[in-house]
């Protein structure tokens, strides 16, 4: 049997590699002239292959069509994951949040266990090659690239989302779906930056952990996460932020963010009102005759101080021992709800996933075969799933590639 897999990303490779190990001649192909280069910049360079969570747990974090997922993630789990590499020598270890890296800390080694050992199962992998047709038939598919058509039996489609284009994922197949009579669910931004009004330059590269992030806009419900976020130049981004931008769809319009929408940081999660308020007092009286300015760096980082500052509506050289009653709890309330207003969520190009693709009704769950063109499967990104950070939509990828593989390898008995 003869299968073709179009794109050696994550899901690519994985499946690649399952069906050449049962037998099937595979043709790996990748526009790239290398594998896995999305995969390279995952976890900001360290990628975070899954969390080591229940099937359940993945599921409630994947935000499109997590039902359509309960099979292929519960077939092959997290714990399979980490399994998987292991045996591909490569050691993993958990961090926070049950989120999963390799010891080595380098992404790469992952998109290089994958390479191995499709090259060790005996793929062929066709790189500098953009296929640009997938034709489907009762007997075969034919897959077009360079000028050139091939026959298959089968036509794995792999080719991820529509986001960070220069890693080569730039929508391919979903014109390929299209072709073949398939809806989109048109693709769309997802764990997204958001960009806020106000000039936070100075802030740029400044790392907030365990704070809490809320978004409110009027009339809609309070989205808040507890973790880790980033500031950038015209914005913020970090895991919270990321997810939050998911969460966050009724607050915008064609990613513009309603009138009124408001973008808070607790930066003080772990402290009450009351114990916030001690703490102050407990901070000015021991530095009474100081300017604020100089008190606050035993609160926040130093950048922020004119921020917070400037939120309780304090000069910076106003000293400890002058600060009112009412000062203080503006100081409190400015450090439990640093306020920003969110002005859009980032471009499509800007996300780490791309939510929308494939229309699930049309692929069948157990196996991801078009239920139109039955010799052809969708897996990966490219489907109409997207989770939220934490090792989720990697988890998506060699989950939907397993299970995809081994249909085919069942269905054609190899
Ligand atoms: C900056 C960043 C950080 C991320 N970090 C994480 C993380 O830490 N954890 C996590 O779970 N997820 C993370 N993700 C998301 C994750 O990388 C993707 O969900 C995952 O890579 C999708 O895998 P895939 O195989 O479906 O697609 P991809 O990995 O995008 O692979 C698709 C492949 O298909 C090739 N291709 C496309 N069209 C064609 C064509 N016409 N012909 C031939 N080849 C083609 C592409 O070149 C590419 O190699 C991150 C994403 C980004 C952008």
Redesign the pocket.
């Known amino acids: 049997m003869r299968a073709a897999v179009?794109?050696?990303?994550?899901?690519?490779l994985t499946a690649a590699a399952e069906l050449a190990g049962a037998g099937a001649h595979v043709d790996l192909?990748?526009?790239?002239d290398r594998?896995?280069?999305?995969?390279c910049?995952?976890?900001k360079g360290r990628?975070?292959?899954t969390n080591n969570c229940t099937p359940a747990q993945v599921l409630e974090n994947v935000v499109s069509n997590p039902k359509f997922l309960y099979s292929a993630i519960n077939s092959f789990t997290p714990q399979d994951t980490m399994a998987y590499f292991r045996a591909l020598g490569v050691p993993l270890k958990e961090e926070r949040g049950r989120r999963v890296f390799p010891v080595s800390d380098r992404a790469a080694d992952i998109a290089q266990a994958l390479l191995a050992h499709a090259r060790a199962k005996g793929v062929n992998i066709i790189y500098s090659?953009?296929?640009t047709g997938v034709n489907a038939g009762a007997d075969g598919c034919e897959v077009i690239a360079g000028g050139v058509c091939e026959k298959y039996d089968v036509a794995v489609i792999?080719?991820?989302?529509a986001?960070?284009k220069a890693?080569?994922?730039?929508g391919?197949?979903y014109a390929f779906a299209r072709a073949l009579g398939n809806n989109i669910i048109t693709p769309r931004a997802a764990l997204v930056p958001i960009y806020l009004r106000e000039d936070v330059s100075s802030l740029a590269g400044l790392s907030l952990r365990n704070v809490t992030v809320s978004l409110r806009a009027p009339g809609k419900k309070t989205q808040s996460l507890f973790g880790e976020m980033l500031f950038m130049h015209k914005g913020v981004s970090g895991p919270v932020i990321l997810s939050l931008s998911d969460l966050c769809r009724d607050m915008t319009n064609g990613g513009g963010f309603v009138q009124g929408s408001v973008l808070e940081i607790d930066l003080k999660p772990a402290l009450d009102r009351e114990k916030l308020d001690k703490r102050l007092i407990r901070e000015l009286l021991a530095g009474h005759t100081k300017q604020m300015k100089n008190i606050m760096p035993a609160l926040v980082p130093g950048s922020l101080i004119p921020f917070v500052l400037a939120g309780a509506g304090i000069a910076q050289n106003m000293r400890a021992c002058d600060i009112t009653a009412a000062q203080r709890s503006a100081l409190a309330g400015a450090l439990k709800g640093l306020a920003f207003t969110p002005v859009k969520t980032g471009s499509i190009e800007e996300g780490?996933?791309t939510a929308g693709g494939v229309d699930v009704k049309e692929i069948d769950p157990r196996d991801f075969s078009d239920k139109k063109a039955g010799r052809v499967y969708f897996i990966?990104?490219?489907l109409d799933v997207d989770a939220l950070t934490g090792?989720?939509?990697?988890?998506i990828?060699f989950s939907t590639a397993m299970a995809c593989a081994r249909g085919i390898i069942k269905k054609y008995s190899l």
């Open positions: 179009i794109g050696a990303g994550a899901a690519g192909y990748e526009r790239n594998a896995g280069k999305k995969l910049i995952t976890g990628c975070n292959l090659t953009r296929v792999a080719t991820g989302g986001s960070y890693t080569g994922s730039s391919d197949g780490i996933v990966g990104e490219v090792g989720y939509n990697l988890q990828a």
